[in-house]
């Protein structure tokens, strides 16, 4: 069992940046591959980035590539996400997963966060 806790969302401008945090419960957070989704209002999830259980490997939704970075710490069971060049269409709730691999399908996670609100005004 994994427990996900998002933070770091907030308001900022167009341009600006955010830096979000999961902090996760257990044990076994070093062996579970973790991702981070958005859900705009109105629209499905979907994919932002995703990072194997050893950081090795990093995977990038289109419209984020070159602009967000997803890291993790397994000594401190946390998994980020460094958001820059913020536009008002990044606008959204974000969530973090854990699952078995790093892939874009929401229904291959199997533990998720309660998601931290982005705001970016233009």
């Known amino acids: 069992q994994v427990q996900l806790v998002e933070s770091g969302g907030g308001l900022v401008q167009t341009g600006g940046s955010l830096r979000l945090s999961c902090a996760a419960s257990?044990?076994?957070?070093?062996?579970?591959?973790m991702g981070w989704f958005r859900q705009a209002l109105g629209k499905e999830r979907e994919f932002v980035a995703a990072?194997?259980?050893?950081?090795?490997?990093?995977y990038y939704a289109d419209s984020v590539k070159g602009r967000f970075t997803i890291s993790r710490d397994n000594a401190k069971n946390t998994v980020y996400l460094q958001m820059n060049s913020l536009k008002p269409e990044d606008t959204a709730d974000y969530y973090c997963?854990?699952?078995?691999?790093?892939?874009?399908?929401?229904?291959?996670?199997?533990?998720w966060g309660q998601g931290t609100q982005v705001t970016v005004s233009s």
């Open positions: 997963a854990a699952g078995d691999h790093p892939v874009v399908s929401i229904y291959e996670y199997d533990y």
């Open positions: 257990g044990r076994t957070f070093s062996s579970y591959a």
């Open positions: 990072i194997s259980w050893n950081g090795g490997h990093t």
